[in-house]
């Protein structure tokens, strides 16, 4: 049974961080002759990168590296996660090959972390 994001956790991310981003590798173009390139589907088998930020209250903030560093194994698991847009569970992980799987800045006041989870959701 895959991880879970754990329900104490922030579920909202930062309005400002929701930006889907298409991933590239979804489509492929051939060029032809003449006229513009043909365009076609790669496949529907693609995952969704997305970037969100999370709140989250210093005293809770070693929680998060624990379940990225002990229940997802340094983040090579995947798990479920709530989607705030569509308001269901989606299989995630966190991006394979990124130099920082995640971000932790310190707000100013030191009260809160703002998390940056470098996901993408799996098909």
Sequence with gaps: MP???????????????????????GRIASQVDEGPAKARRRG?????PLDPTYVFPRAQFPDFEEFYEETLGEGTLPFDWPDPVAAVTRRVRFRPGEQEAYTAELEPGGKNYLVTCKIEVLP
């Excluded at 922030?10 to 590239?24: Q, Y």
């Excluded at 529907?44 to 969704?48: H, V």
């Design 3 to 25: 991880a879970v994001w754990p329900p104490a956790f922030p579920t909202e991310p930062l309005a400002s961080s929701w930006k889907p981003k298409p991933d590239p590798r």
């Design 44 to 48: 529907a088998l693609r995952t969704k």
